[in-house]
């Protein structure tokens, strides 16, 4: 409650809404009357959806994955995090984690064979389980719910590589194990490999400018990303409710807003329509990778 508060004081948000869709941004533009570009990948990225009961959310989520796939037809899914209400609250118990992940779990049996990657986001992990013996306890448990592999791994599909962090370490950074990880993975890719990685938290860009909550170790990051400018293509976050794509070294930087928007409320008094949050409305990405390694990120506004 303290950070939405600062957010609504600040009253600032980056980007602008048209038609509630944004304008895509290639990481390399195409030059006028270029053979056209072959596409490799469709990614739907989901982000921030905090599930509950409350407002209807499940129903509504439902809706809008539904749409996603009759619309779009993704090759699969990004989940960016914070996929639950929250379980991080001090007053937060038992029961209430079990309902957060059950609701998630039925939501997502919507998208049936949908292959679904997901990252971890600050609200996901229980720490006032009974003790860090628990098996509820922290990150692990997340790990188990979302299905994934690690709090941090990689994949690849098609000519892409796709590598997934975990931010929540220390003052929102990469812990040393998972950095010499990252270095290595970086390392062992063949030359212009196109690779995408996706954290919770933004490393570059506006929104975290203006109202925090990125990444404290995002020059180490860049660095490391220049290093290996031939290979990092994009980087996708969420975190901050509010929509921004930034273009640095020919990296593009894409914090896309909420499923949830103003956690699947009415908005901001001051917002520009229902469940905005300051001028971004819930919404979701859809992601064009191309086999040039090039790639197309644009922010589509839902009403669910």
């Excluded at 997340?142 to 590598?163: A, D, E, G, Q």
């Amino acid at each position: 409650m303290k950070r939405r508060s600062l957010l609504k004081a600040v009253g600032l948000a980056a980007g602008a809404m048209v038609s509630g869709t944004l304008p895509s941004l290639a990481a390399v533009p195409e030059n006028q009357g270029a053979k056209k570009k072959k596409v490799a990948l469709t990614v739907a990225h989901i982000t921030d959806v905090h599930i509950g009961e409350g407002e209807n959310a499940p129903e509504r989520f439902k809706k809008c994955l539904k749409h996603i796939v009759a619309k779009h037809k993704p090759d699969f899914f990004l989940n960016g995090g914070d996929s639950i209400g929250d379980a991080s609250y001090d007053n937060v118990v038992y029961d209430q984690v079990i309902k957060q992940w059950s609701i998630w779990d039925d939501c997502l049996k919507t998208l049936n064979k949908y292959e679904v990657h997901s990252c971890i986001g600050n609200h996901d992990s229980w720490w006032k389980a009974p003790s860090k013996d628990h098996e509820m306890y922290g990150k692990s448990y997340v790990v188990k719910r979302l299905k994934i592999p690690n709090r941090y791994y990689s994949f690849t599909k098609k000519n892409w590589h796709f590598i997934v962090l975990d931010g929540n370490n220390g003052n929102i950074s990469l812990d040393k194990e998972q950095y010499e990880w990252l270095e290595k993975e970086l390392d062992k890719l063949p030359a212009s490999t196109p690779t995408l990685l996706m954290s919770h938290y933004p490393i570059l860009g506006t929104t975290q400018v203006l109202v925090g909550g990125g990444h404290s170790d995002s020059k180490k990051l860049k660095d490391l990303f220049y290093k290996h400018k031939d290979k990092v293509r994009v980087c996708l976050s969420g975190h901050n409710h509010l929509s921004d794509n930034t273009h640095y070294n020919d990296v593009l930087y894409c914090c896309n807003g909420a499923m949830s928007g103003f956690w699947w409320g009415k908005g901001d008094a001051e917002s520009a329509g229902p469940g905005y949050y300051l001028e971004t409305p819930p919404g979701y990405a859809m992601l064009t990778l191309y086999e040039d390694g090039t790639v197309d990120n644009e922010y589509v506004a839902h009403t669910y």
